[in-house]
């Protein structure tokens, strides 16, 4: 019997309150509530046992009994020991880009990226879904069977690519790892170059430096952009992630501290790792669906506000819809 499981990470704030129950609600409306797995939401330590029955009583009908509340090891949200704290706080405070984020959402990527595969070891396969994400039609086939049938490892939705500053050096690390697949590379990147004529550049320099310890002395810089799927939702086999192998380049990730002092997303580190694992059990299940950044502006850390909504309600900012 196919075992399989959805997982949502969340905290007990009044804000991620609202946007988990919304989420609950359309994922049981247009998947869930049919098929019914079991949802597993994992926080960390927050939710007292009356958020819980609060989040449980939400739901309607049998499928309460659906709802599980996971609580996380202290040290999964935690910055790693081997990183140095003051240099990552002078990273934050460069911000080279509007979504450089803090040191929270850092932490959060690492834990995708390291941490979250031991808590979903029994099962066969297992759905990620965000706290803030919407399935907004309904799906009309198991998930998790498809996945089987088809013998997949990896499925999500949203094809995109992501910031090079926030990403840099992550291309020259994976032809490292992988140096017999340079050639697949190259189709996982998008190249271009940042000169000293960009606004950019001086921050990209100033944090180069915090980095590395040495001066940046080019006027321009080759970056690389990589294609990811939105991991917002993401199906995959825990299994595959549990294997030597990749916990072997996770543990090289975690090494480098880019996550931490650039801002290495889980995202396309997902996708490149499954990509290059396999590139013929990746697969893309369209359906409408959506994440906050594509429904609402957004305020930096500065109060600064901030919009990259598609342009109409016809677009879902997919780069692919293939």
């Not at 490292?176 to 940042?194: A, D, G, Q, R, S």
């Not at 801002?263 to 994440?291: C, E, Q």
């Not at 609402?296 to 909504?309: I, Q, R, T, V, W």
């Amino acid at each position: 019997m196919l075992k399989a499981a959805i997982y949502i990470l969340t905290q007990n704030t009044i804000e991620r309150r609202v946007y988990l129950k919304t989420s609950l609600y359309f994922l049981f409306k247009n998947f869930n509530a049919k098929y019914k797995y079991p949802i597993i939401i994992l926080h960390e330590g927050d939710y007292d046992n009356e958020s819980q029955r609060e989040i449980i009583l939400s739901i309607r009908g049998d499928c309460q009994r659906l709802i599980k509340f996971q609580e996380l090891d202290n040290e999964d949200f935690k910055i790693p020991n081997h990183i140095d704290k003051n240099k990552l706080k002078r990273c934050i405070d460069i911000k080279p880009v509007p979504y450089w984020r803090n040191i929270k959402y850092r932490i959060m990527c690492n834990f995708w990226v390291k941490h979250f595969f031991k808590y979903c070891k029994e099962y066969d396969y297992v759905m990620r879904l965000d706290d803030d994400s919407i399935i907004e039609e309904p799906i009309n086939q198991d998930i998790f069977n498809l996945m089987k049938e088809k013998d997949f490892n990896y499925m999500s939705n949203i094809l995109h690519i992501d910031c090079s500053i926030c990403n840099y050096g992550m291309k020259e690390f994976f032809e490292t790892i992988y140096p017999n697949k340079k050639e697949k590379l190259k189709e996982l990147f998008m190249e271009h170059k940042l000169d000293n004529s960009s606004k950019y550049f001086n921050k990209f320099k100033e944090l180069y430096e915090n980095i590395h310890g040495e001066e940046y002395k080019n006027t321009t810089v080759d970056m690389h952009m990589p294609l990811m799927y939105y991991n917002n939702f993401c199906v995959t086999k825990p299994s595959l992630w549990n294997t030597n192998e990749i916990k072997n380049i996770v543990n090289e990730i975690d090494k480098k501290g880019y996550i931490f002092y650039y801002r290495w997303g889980d995202a396309p580190l997902h996708t490149l790792i499954m990509t290059l694992y396999d590139n013929k059990k990746l697969a893309k299940l369209s359906f409408k669906y959506s994440k906050r950044l594509q429904r609402e502006a957004f305020k930096d850390d500065e109060g600064n506000l901030h919009s990259f909504m598609p342009s109409s309600y016809d677009n879902n900012s997919c780069i692919s819809k293939k």
